[in-house]
């Protein structure tokens, strides 16, 4: 079984970074993509960002572009989002997921980390 853990999250202050990390542990395991996605409360849970296995390339919520990079090493199954110049609106909980090579969504999810910005 493989498994996503989150880290990296926290309460900062608006214009301020962070760097989310995910790491997959478990059974060795293929994916189409890797992304990330968050929930605030009382909403529903939005896509941020994601990255393919294959080549790398990159996609962005507009919310996202221009602020968040989502990056990976795939030697250690790792992938990162930093998110700079933050916003109270960027407050949620943010979760890692991976895209299974055969799964048709997004399959496999992390507990998610709490992003807290205040103005």
């Known amino acids: 079984q493989v498994q996503l853990a989150e880290s990296g999250g926290g309460s900062v202050q608006a214009g301020d970074s962070l760097r989310l990390s995910c790491a997959a542990s478990?059974?060795?395991?293929?994916?189409?993509?890797m992304g990330w996605f968050r929930q605030a409360p009382e909403k529903d849970r939005e896509f941020v960002a994601s990255?393919?296995?294959?080549?790398?390339?990159?996609v962005y919520a507009d919310s996202a572009k221009g602020r968040f990079t989502i990056s990976r090493e795939l030697n250690k199954n790792v992938i990162y989002l930093q998110m700079n110049s933050l916003k109270p609106d960027d407050s949620a909980v943010y979760y890692c997921a991976a895209h299974q090579v055969g799964s048709h969504q997004y399959n496999i999810w992390g507990q998610g980390t709490q992003v807290t910005v205040s103005a």
């Open positions: 990255i393919r296995y294959s080549g790398g390339s990159t």
């Open positions: 478990g059974r060795p395991f293929s994916y189409d993509a």
